[in-house]
């Protein structure tokens, strides 16, 4: 195994119904709830949504240091992401995502698809979902 940088811990009790999770540091704690829509009381977060700003954060973080390798500004990047829970149709469920990376310093639409393309091979949410789920990207409003 590489060298481990970080690793994050957090405990979740309860389940995604009426569950409470907690990081170890104490920095992030959330109640759990399903949401309204899939039969819940709402009123709390879900899984869906903590992977949502998670791979969003994440993928910033990747375009930064595309940016830097390319010597390309990125200036104040805006992301925003869909996480989907889907049947399976075998009675599971799967994941499919969408993020649209808005690109302002970037006013070039091949090189704005370019660099979102480069930030998905660098995004370690990326590289853990590549070919278990379907992700969407489009940069400046640009499929990629």
Known sequence: MAKVLYTA???VTGGRAEGHGRTSDGMLEVDLRSPKEMGGEGGGTNPEQLFAI???ACFEGALGVVGRRQRLETGD?????KVSLLPTGD?????GVALDVTLPSVTDAAQAVEVVRAAHQVCPYSNATRGN???ELTANGQAV
């Open 9 to 11: 811990e957090a405990t």
């Open 133 to 135: 789920i379907d992700v």
């Open 54 to 56: 998670g791979y969003a």
């Open 77 to 81: 990047v805006s992301i925003n992401s």
């Open 91 to 95: 009675g599971g469920f799967k994941l």
